[in-house]
Structures are given as C-alpha cells and as structure tokens.
C-alpha cells in the first residue's frame, strides 16, 4: 500500500467515525420474550392524535422486537401480551380495542360496538427516559439488563400479573 492511499484510507476512516460519532442513540420502545413460549404482542399509547393500539407482534421464544421507532412521545404506554404455547396473558386493568389478527385501531371507546375486542392491558410508565424495554420472563428465570442505563421492566409471566394497572387522571383510556 503505497503512502497515498494510507493516507485516503486514515481519512475515510476518520470521515466515518465521526459521523458514527454524530448518529444519536436509538430511542425506541422495545419488548423482549425471554420465556421458552412464543408470545403475541398488542401496545396502546396515546399520541397527538389521541389513543392508538397496534398489534400483533409475534416473538419468538429468546427474541426481542422493537414495537415504537424513535424518541418516546408519552410517560405511559401500555401492553397485552398471550402464551401461543401454554396459554395464559399478561394484562391489566387499562381497556383498549383488539382483534384477532393484525390491527391498528383509534380510539378506546365502544370497542365492541365499533367490532373490536375489548382486552385489558396492563400499565407501562417509562418515566421522562427516551427509550425503554420491557422484557416477559419465565417464573424461575432472573432478569438481565440489555445494556448499561436501558430503563427495564421485567414483567412475570402468566398466572402472576403486575401489580394493578392504574389509569392516569383524565388521560387514561376507559
């Protein structure tokens, strides 16, 4: 290699660290599976435009998926999730519409009426953190963070639900 193209070559690596350097860090919502079930996700979150649920994410037994891109855009987000495997849910107390197959719905209200399922979904509350993860766990397994300053939640698994979602004073879905 002659001396030229060292030098072109040190200065393309330095073009590309610095802009390695400039992309911020992902700011996602994101749920890991770590039971030995495959599992079926559903999020709610409230928005500019007012209450969203989406679904379905189907994971994998040990995987992980990002379920909102980007910087998150409220304090509270919420969750149902299903056992494919060996039945069960994880859920809650907040109300929002579903339906069997894949879905994104406006709204909270009159689910049934509007030809929705009614499901109960338990409370997320990410604090002011700009990313967040929630991982399901199996009973005799201990939680282990992603990474180093990740927000976690690690919620049990059927059987065992997380402590009472509460709604948020004149926010919460109905």
């Known amino acids: 290699m002659t001396t030229r193209s060292r030098i072109i070559s040190l200065a393309l690596l330095a073009v590309a660290g610095l802009l390695g350097s400039a992309i911020p860090a992902a700011a996602d919502f994101r749920l890991c599976n770590n039971t030995s079930s495959r599992v079926g996700i559903a999020i709610g979150y409230k928005d500019k435009d007012g209450w969203t649920t989406e679904g379905w994410w189907n994971l994998a037994t040990r995987s992980c998926e990002t379920l909102l891109r980007g910087t998150l855009v409220a304090r509270f987000y919420y969750i149902y999730a299903v056992d494919y495997d060996r039945g069960g849910e ?23 009426a509007r030809g929705y399922d009614r499901t109960g979904f338990f409370e997320v509350d990410t604090g002011e953190q700009q990313s967040w993860t929630v991982q399901l766990t199996d009973t005799n397994e201990q939680s282990h963070p992603l990474a180093p300053n990740q927000p976690l939640l690690t919620i049990p698994p059927s059987g065992q639900q997380p402590a009472p979602a509460r709604p948020v004073p004149g926010d919460a879905p109905k």
């Open 90 to 112: 994880w859920s809650g107390q907040a109300f929002m519409c579903t339906r069997d197959k894949e879905f994104t719905v406006r709204g909270t209200e009159d689910c049934l």
